[in-house]
């Protein structure tokens, strides 16, 4: 039997403004951070030597973030060939000197080294010399209205380096690095995270159900009760891969529970590898048949898949589209954090520009982006309308960073034009 779907309770608070996909960065950044950041860069600068003070402002700290950002985009084999004479970028080398740009990298700074608990006394935090980005960011994006479907996954931040935070899982690309755990929407929308720094302790008021759990449960608090949010979980124990393995591809195995008067249904199912689901609402059946391919029969073969699984793949994932659009061991992080913070904004403002019904894709590339003549490579994908004002082209070029379909033909080039080239 199909278990009743509850319906969602919440709502997204309506758009009144489209503001620039830079305006949504300064809201998650906050200027408090800024600030902090600032003073704490320029405590560090004259510990590290008095005589020479930093002397950083907030516009400058503006800019250096803005230039890691540009490098990231536009690559280039070492940071000095942005200001070397044969490989200069204009828009990097005018805003900023090489040597301004080095001295803040060394000295960027979050706490004060001298407020450190050491280890092994009460209150250590291994995350420290971070800890005050990590706090900001974490109240900014739990902030951020929640829609339906959330779900919780990992990403590991590469890292090869000395720290006894690092991490190594076979399973992902980066095999080792930091490992952050992360709640999303599944549009990506990021609304909690924490980084793993060790064991991880039950909730306050949860028994304590092993680390993968209690990690779920501590992303899970900022879900607001009662309000039908669907959110996946892990947990339970089922028949081992290997008896899946034998009783071949489209095994599963299901279990149910009740918990304060909500049925709790628990699915293993096994396709290449094992994957287990949780749900209030969602159960094994009924099934549907997927298209598989078969390495050893080498052909395609249909395999059984329960519902949960179907209803998963529909709308969770956020964490993985997340992943899709990041010398000193804590910069990795903080890097990181900033580039996971741009996508978040750039987000947001997707996510007004549909609550406010504009549909114009031109809207979504502003000018300094369109303008800037970096990266816009043409791209041949599926055919689609022209989108540059008056052409009605039907063209498969496309700009990869704008993501417009524009012409380039014999007659016009509307791409060159939309870029603002000669």
């Known amino acids: 039997m199909q278990p ?3 319906k969602w309770k919440g709502s997204i608070p309506s758009a009144t403004e489209l503001k620039q996909p830079v305006e949504y960065f300064r809201s998650l950044l906050k200027k408090t951070l800024m600030k902090e950041i600032v ?3 320029n405590i560090y600068a004259s510990q590290y030597n008095i005589n020479k003070p930093l002397n950083l402002n907030y516009d400058e700290l503006e800019q250096f973030i803005g ?9 280039l084999p070492g940071t000095r060939m942005y200001w070397a004479r044969s490989t200069r970028v204009d828009c990097v080398a005018d805003v900023m000197s090489l040597h301004r740009w080095e001295a803040i990298k060394r000295f960027l700074h979050f706490a004060n080294n001298e407020e450190q608990v050491p280890a092994g006394e009460p209150g250590y935090d291994k995350l420290f010399k971070v800890r005050p980005l990590l706090s900001s960011l974490q109240s900014s994006f739990q902030s951020i209205p929640m829609s339906e479907n959330l779900s919780a996954d990992e990403q590991i931040v590469p890292f090869k380096g000395k720290s006894l935070l690092k991490q190594y899982n076979p399973r992902k690309p980066k095999r080792w690095g930091y490992k952050i755990l992360v709640l999303a929407d599944d549009k990506g929308i990021v609304h909690n995270f924490n ?10 008021g949860f028994p304590d159900i092993g680390a993968s759990g209690n990690v779920m449960l501590q992303l899970a608090t900022v879900i607001p009760r009662n309000m039908s949010h669907k959110f996946r979980l892990a947990g339970c124990t089922f028949m081992e891969d290997k008896q899946m393995k034998v009783k071949g591809r ?5 279990k149910q529970t009740s918990d304060d008067n909500v049925t709790v249904r628990a699915v293993k199912w096994f396709d290449n590898r094992s994957v287990i689901l949780l749900s209030t609402f969602a159960a094994a059946n009924p099934t549907t048949m997927v298209e598989r391919w078969d390495k050893k029969r080498n052909e395609v073969v249909a395999v059984t898949c329960p519902n949960i699984v179907t209803v998963y793949n529909k709308s969770m994932g956020g964490v ?3 992943d ?3 010398k000193k061991w804590y910069l990795r992080i903080v ?7 741009a996508v978040q904004a750039w987000l947001l403002y997707r996510r007004d520009c549909r609550a406010l019904g504009v549909q114009e894709k031109l809207s979504l590339v502003p000018d300094q982006i369109r303008l800037d003549q970096t990266s816009h490579w043409p791209v041949m994908e599926k055919k689609g309308k022209c989108k540059y004002p008056g052409c009605k082209g039907i063209v498969r070029m496309k700009c990869s960073k704008c993501d417009l379909h524009l012409c380039i033909t014999a007659e016009r080039n509307c791409f060159l034009q939309f870029h603002g080239m000669p």
């Open 4 to 6: 009743t779907v509850l």
């Open 39 to 41: 003073e704490q860069s």
């Open 67 to 75: 230039i890691c950002f540009h490098m990231s985009v536009h690559s």
């Open 195 to 204: 980084c793993y720094t060790g064991p991880v302790y039950p909730v306050d």
């Open 250 to 254: 489209g095994t599963f195995e299901e």
């Open 320 to 322: 993985d589209l997340l």
């Open 324 to 326: 899709s659009l990041i």
């Open 335 to 341: 890097f990181h954090m900033l580039d996971l913070t």
